[in-house]
């Protein structure tokens, strides 16, 4: 997983390095939303498919719309994951066998970028209804599992497509993957399962998300302010 997560900032850098300007104003400061889909895990206890064992996922977001390309998010997500030792192909010391439930809550702040200039609006200003995006960011996650819980920094990467349906209410649909920097997402049994010491960026878990959700914008911007002294 840590070329997955490599390659991931890689591809993020590439993308909005050479698009660093600014989009077009955006009629509306904020949006408001929540989105439900299905989550999953990588662990001690799955290396491969993370949707194996499929959870339910939910979600809350509050958004700052910077401009027509660019926006910062900050979300509140919540996610049932699961997970057996039997489907990984690793023989564990005394071969000992796992399974494990948790929910894992994740609060994180990201940045998105969209591909487009998104809204809708004039022809003369080239907007699009629909636009792909990338979002990185920065969270906390807290775990809970057989009465144990354990909280680590989280960095969560993702990729979507946003549908604006009306001038304020838009649609998404998002794939998701969020490196957190523990290795007891999957409880305390499969920390350090295979006898190697956890490190801040190895041998830790990721979760998973594949969502759709919607969102609603408020908070206008003044396109003609008249200032008094």
Not at 67 to 86: C, E, I
Not at 150 to 176: C, D, M, Q, T, Y
Request: aromatic fraction near 14%; charged fraction near 20%; proline fraction near 3%.
């Amino acid at each position: 997983m840590t070329r997955i997560f490599l390659l991931l900032t890689l591809l993020i850098a590439s993308l909005t390095a050479p698009v660093a300007a600014r989009g077009q104003v955006a009629p509306y400061k904020f949006d408001f939303g929540g989105g439900l889909g299905m989550s999953g895990y990588i662990g001690d206890a799955n290396s491969t498919n993370p949707f194996a064992h499929p959870g339910f996922t939910a979600d809350l977001s509050m958004r700052y719309i910077l401009d027509t390309r660019w926006a910062f998010k900050a979300s509140l997500q919540t996610m049932g994951l699961s997970g057996d030792t039997q489907d990984i192909d690793n023989v564990l010391p005394d071969l000992a066998h796992f399974t494990f439930t948790s929910q894992v809550w994740d609060l994180s702040v990201r940045c998105e970028f969209n591909f487009f200039n998104y809204g809708i609006g004039e022809t003369y200003k080239r907007l699009r209804r629909w636009s792909p995006y990338l979002a990185v960011g920065l969270g906390c996650s807290m775990a809970s599992s057989d009465g144990n819980t354990a909280a680590g920094l989280s960095l969560p990467f993702a990729f979507g497509v946003k549908f604006k349906l009306k001038p304020r209410i838009n649609l998404h649909a998002e794939f998701s993957m969020t490196k957190v920097f523990n290795d007891k997402v999957d409880g305390q049994n499969l920390a350090d399962v295979n006898g190697i010491k956890t490190d801040f960026y190895k041998n830790t878990d990721w979760f998973s998300r594949l969502s759709i959700g919607i969102s609603y914008e408020f908070g206008k911007r003044c396109e003609t302010c008249h200032y008094v002294e």
